[in-house]
């Protein structure tokens, strides 16, 4: 019994120690009240069950031997990436150390050992909305910092390579890129994407590829931009997981809300001014911008015919966000286009 309790008295310290890492992140991080109260009375439900351990916790801890433990001072071998790593780490650790207290009260107390079931059970469940949670933050911190978003394909760059189009505008700001690419087979369509992806990554900008689903999760795009006829939100969520980004063209105040009511992470409203890269589109005008930023809870980048003679408009309309393609991608000197436009946005919201 003394060493049952020692390894017992482990995992209750393992799984209130990962529980309460959890519920740190819940509470400070992703700022969810309820769901950190979730958390609290889970923690009270392993509490109580400790106090109903044959011995209870003082029994427990009068069996702990810290010092002959051999696995005490062993190193963690796992990095973690970010502070939402840690929380994944604690749930794995929380319902890992409620298992094998569930196999210990197996022989002692077969009522036990279901009450630990039964939180196991609670704690997948509860992992399985935090997830979802911790998912949509890690998206909406990803693009939080895109002030300029530059879309564009090889017939836009006056006969230079994209490659280099895109490397140089990204040394002047750019922290999005779209690869819109219409008549490309889908083999050379991936080459070049898998080209832009690792320029983007090696710049430290998003890569996202223009409607199709497929290429963006071939080359580990950061995400997918849909328009109105592509793929709903929800399919391509499902393709592409929880962790990538989902950008949707709105061209109207009610497409907006619908974009956020199926989750998009962030939405392209517009044409605002009448455009050449679609001369078809029929521009919306800088009342649509201004709807969209005071009605529409998600991120936008207003698009459609913005230059250094317009922007200030866009911009005094409320768009904290401004996609271009010309203005960018055709500008005889790349980097000093975008770093102009940077300057722009960043002057007029005060950002450093």
Known sequence: MHELRRIADVNFNRAREGLRMVEEVQRFVLGDAARTARLKKLRHRLSALEEAFPGGRAGLVAARDVSGDVGALVPEARPRGDIFDAAFAGWKRAQEAVRVLEELSRGVDPILA???KELRFALYAAEQEYVRHAAHQRR??????????LVAGQRDTGGRPLAEVVRAAVRGGVGAFQLRE???GTRDL???AAELREVTREGGALFLVNDRTDVAAAVDADGVHLGQDDLP???????????????????????????????ADYIGVGPVFPTATKPEAEARGL???????????????A?????????????????????????VAGASDVTRAAAALC???NEFWGDK
């Open 114 to 116: 279901h009450r630990f």
């Open 343 to 345: 300057a722009a946005i």
């Open 303 to 327: 698009i459609g015919g913005i230059d250094p003679s317009t922007i200030g408009d866009v911009l005094r309309a409320g768009a904290r966000r401004v996609a271009v393609v010309r203005a």
């Open 140 to 149: 909406a911190d990803t693009f939080a910092a895109v002030r300029l978003y």
């Open 182 to 184: 219409k008549e490309l």
């Open 287 to 301: 009342s649509l911008v201004s709807q969209v930023a005071g009605e529409v809870p998600l991120p936008f980048v």
């Open 233 to 263: 939100v929800e399919a391509a969520r499902r393709l592409l997981g929880p962790q990538k980004l989902i950008g949707v063209s709105t061209h109207s105040v009610e497409q907006a809300r619908e974009a956020w009511k199926r989750g």
């Open 190 to 192: 991936v080459t070049l």
